[in-house]
Structure formats: C-alpha cells, structure tokens
C-alpha cells in the first residue's frame, strides 16, 4: 500500500505506547466513554517492560487499583538487605516491607492489555508511530504509522504521548521539543533485570554463605560501581533461578548495566542460563514542567514521571494514567477533550499532587548519588538513618516520620552533631523541592523547570556523553 492510500483510523484518543501506564490509561478513557486506539511498535508479548519490577501498593492504590493478580507476582514483602559501598556485614540494614510486590510484567502488561480490551480500546500492535501533522496551534492533529510495509493514518482529538524514552510525540510537537529537552546522561540510569537458572545449587549456596543471606532474601550492594550504582541479587527459596537488578548512571565513565552482570556471570559458573528479562535507560530527573499541549499529553516515562531514587516509573505512571484520565474527561465531550484548557487540568492536578513528592525523592537521590564513599557507612552506623525510612524510600512513600522515628534521629545527631552538617543540605533540598510544584502551580507560573534544577543543584552537562552498547537493544 503506498502513503496515497494509507488507511485511517479516527478515535476520540489516540495512546502511543502499550507499556502499562499507557495502555491503563486506554482503559480508563474506553470506560469513561471515549473511543480509543492504542498503538505499540511491538508485537503483543514485548511491549513496555518485560522483566521483574518493584510495584508498591500505595501508588497502585492511588491510581484505583488492587493487588497486582497472584500469578503475575515474583515476590512479595522479601526481606531486602542494602549493603552500601560493598562494605562488612555489621554496617548492613534490613528492611521488609508488606506493601512491595516484585512483578513478573509480562504476566502483568498482558493482565492491562486484557482489561483495555475488555473495556473496548482498539489494539493496534506492530505499528510504529513516524510522524505527525500539525494543526495550527502546533498541536498534532494526525499519525502517519507504518505497519509491516503498509502506512496507516490516525486521527483524533488527544494523542497520549505513553512511548516511553522514545517520546515520539513530545519530539514532534515543537512546543514540547522546546520546553522538555531530552534527558542529560546524568538524568538517565542503564538498567538491566535478568532471571537466569541455576546450573549448580552448591555454587549458590557457597555464594550466599560467603555474603551472609539466605535463599528468598534480596541483598543489595550499593556504590559499588560508582554513586548510584545498585547490584542486586535473589536466589529462589528452591534454588532453582537467581534475579538480578544492575543499574549504573548512564554516563561513559560507569560500567554498563548489562557488563556489570556479564561479569558476574562469567565469574560464577554456578549460574545457568537466562530465562528471561531485559536492559534499557531510565529517565532519572524531576518531571517535566509541561506535561500537555493542544491536542497532547505526556504520560509515564516520556513525562519523565519517575521516582528517581530507584528508577522506578510503573507505579507513579499508573497514578498519572488516573490522574490524566480523571482531570480531563470530567465535564468534556469528544470536541473539549483535546483543548488546551481542557488539558491543563491535568498538568496542574498532577504537579499539585505528585511532583513535590517526586522532586524531594529526587533530592534524596541527588545527595546519595553526590556521597562520598564511606559516607553512607557512617550514616547508617549513626543510627540516622531509620529501617522505617528506609522503608519508606523502598515503598515509595510520602516521608511521615512517626514519633519513635524522630526521637531515634535526634539521639543520633546529639551523639554525633557532626551528622546534622552533613544532611542540612538534603534536608532543605528536600523540603524546597517538596513544596516548590505545588506553590507555583498554584501561582499559575507553568514553568518549574529553572528553580527546580537551581534547588536541585543540576548543572548543564550536555556535552556529556551517554553509554553506548550494542547489547542493549531495547534502547530507544
Ligand atoms: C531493567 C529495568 C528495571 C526496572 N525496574 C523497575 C522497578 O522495579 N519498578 C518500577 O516501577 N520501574 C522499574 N523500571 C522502570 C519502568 O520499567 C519504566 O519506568 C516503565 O516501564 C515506563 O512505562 P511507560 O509505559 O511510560 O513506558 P514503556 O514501558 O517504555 O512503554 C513504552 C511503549 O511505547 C512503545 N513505543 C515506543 N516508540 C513507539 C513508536 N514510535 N510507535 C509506537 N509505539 C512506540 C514501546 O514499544 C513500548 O511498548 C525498570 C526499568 C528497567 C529498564
């Protein structure tokens, strides 16, 4: 079929990207009334993440879901152990938490795919997303797709920009290209998450005795390739697959996620084969200021709605898919959908609500990342860092220190009062973040961006210079 007779498709909503935020949002239109087209570069099976996640049950909650269904989880309320800067064992911290599933997302993508069906969204996989029209606001009025050798057209009153890094809306729409620049090096995280089998169980056992844990538990090295790096492992009650998590800054001088397993997977021939998984970059910075445009609105990983500390997007996306869902279509009809001001509640709802809790994890990230090495050691040895906050962290939840809590901290920073110097920045960084979306939103300024990165403290590093690795295919 040549572009002249490129068949068309018109729906009311148009979602670019079948990962979960994107097709979650799909369903929640489709239920709202709303004609709905989803449409995913991928096959069905191996669209958005397909590996292992950490999914807390406050977010999932937040966005009016459940208990992720019982066959899709991998683990849930594991003990985690964090040992940082590779350090002994005594200046290790324990922490479980009932409240975080560890999710098989391919069960889980399918389980939201179902449920869009069910509710009446259009999947339309195998269609890649090339370009647009714009109308004369700027805002897009048409895709122009290509589906095997064919070239279909899409019309439609909102595009949900849900593609993830690739944000093959947001990079069209010239208003958005100028206010949401790409993210730094420094603002992305390469991720790898593997389940590999076992090959030889006395191999395993031998490892575990040698770092102290036990099968089912989850041991967490951390710094130990750099700030920000995470090498994480979980061997089955069974002994039967072992489940790594390896993340590193994405900038050149840090070993690439999928190396850093590569090697110890070449050191330890007790592991086997890999089952499954898969390695990509994660957008690590506060979210974008603009979240919409006429007819265009960013969700998830292309909105770079993130909660930086762990790199984790699937339960903040969730939330977003509600909150754009909610704020958009109350009032509005096919016509008033796409508008602008129509939009704008969205943008608003969500940095009043969330970017302040994103900013301030954001904030703790920054400081962790920027730490000295042995400075987290002595942190912890102090006693000013809590299991309960920690917890939290892990959890992904607003930080409510209770009673007990503080009166820990302050017997901490009497015993040492040094400790107080060293976390004042983080306090006050954290604080200023928190607070900052929402005060502005509510000034009506639209722009957070410039204050956010002076009270963050990024610098403008874009001449820096991103890994690069033929392995990580999944890479937009
Ligand atoms: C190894 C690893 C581990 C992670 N661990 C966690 C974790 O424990 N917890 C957590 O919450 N998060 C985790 N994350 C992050 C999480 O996976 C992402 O934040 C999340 O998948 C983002 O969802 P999304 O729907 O915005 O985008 P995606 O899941 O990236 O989905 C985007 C979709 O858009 C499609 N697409 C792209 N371009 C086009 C186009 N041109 N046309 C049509 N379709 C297109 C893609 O095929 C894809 O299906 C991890 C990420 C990685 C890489």
């Not at 093959?168 to 993210?183: A, G, Q, Y």
């Not at 302050?410 to 306090?427: G, M, Q, R, S």
């Amino acid at each position: 079929m040549n572009k002249k007779s490129a068949k068309t498709f018109e729906a009311d909503v148009v979602v670019v990207g079948g990962g979960v935020t994107g097709t979650y949002a799909a369903e929640l239109f489709a239920k709202a009334g709303f004609q709905c087209i989803l449409v995913d570069k991928q096959v069905r099976g191996r669209t958005g993440a397909h590996w292992i996640n950490g999914v807390p049950l406050f977010m999932l909650k937040e966005a009016g879901l459940g208990r992720p269904p019982v066959d899709c989880l991998y683990g849930a309320g594991d003990p985690f152990i964090l040992v940082p800067d590779d350090s002994t064992p005594d200046a290790r911290i324990r922490v479980q938490s009932d409240e975080l599933f560890d999710v098989d997302m391919r069960c889980y993508g399918e389980w939201f795919l179902r449920r869009a069906e069910e509710a009446g969204v259009k999947l339309h996989f195998n269609t890649s997303v090339k370009r647009f029209d714009l109308n004369k606001a700027g805002g897009p009025r048409s895709a122009s797709c290509t589906t095997g050798k064919d070239n279909v057209k899409y019309h439609a009153k909102l595009f949900v920009d849900a593609s993830g890094l690739a944000a093959v809306v947001r990079k069209h729409v010239p208003f958005l290209k100028r206010n949401c620049p790409v993210p730094q090096p420094s603002e992305l995280c390469s991720a790898s998450s593997y389940v590999y089998s076992i090959k030889d169980k006395a191999g395993a056992r031998n490892y575990m005795r040698r770092h102290h844990f036990k099968a089912g538990e989850i041991l967490a090295f951390s710094g130990t390739h750099g700030n920000f790096s995470i090498f994480r492992i979980q061997i089955a009650k069974d002994l039967s697959q072992v489940a790594f998590l390896t993340g590193t800054l994405a900038e050149r001088h840090y070993p690439h996620s999928r190396k850093l397993l590569d090697a110890f997977i070449q050191e330890h021939r007790w592991v086997g084969s890999e089952l499954f998984g898969g390695s990509r970059l994660i957008p690590i910075r506060q979210p974008y200021s603009h979240l919409v445009h006429h007819g265009v609105a960013l969700l998830g990983d292309a909105a770079c709605q993130n909660y930086t500390i762990h790199g984790s997007g699937i339960g903040i996306g969730l939330v977003a898919a509600k909150e754009l869902v909610d704020a958009v279509t109350k009032g509005a009809n096919a016509r008033t959908l796409g508008t602008r001001r129509n939009l704008l509640k969205y943008e608003r709802n969500f940095h009043r609500k969330w970017t302040g809790h994103l900013c301030s994890a954001e904030a703790i990230r920054r400081f962790v990342t920027g730490m000295p090495k042995g400075k987290m050691d002595g942190l912890l040895a102090s006693g000013a860092l809590s299991e309960a906050l920690i917890e939290s962290v892990l959890s992904q939840k607003k930080l409510k220190p209770k009673a007990a809590d503080i009166a820990k901290h302050v017997k901490a920073i009497k015993a040492h009062p040094k400790i107080l110097f060293d976390v004042a920045p983080l306090l006050t960084s954290s604080f200023l973040a928190a607070l900052t979306p929402k005060l502005l939103s509510r000034l009506g300024w639209r722009n957070h961006d410039p204050l956010m990165k002076r009270i963050l403290g990024v610098a403008d590093k874009r001449k820096q210079i991103t890994q690069s690795d033929p392995q990580q295919s999944d890479q937009p």
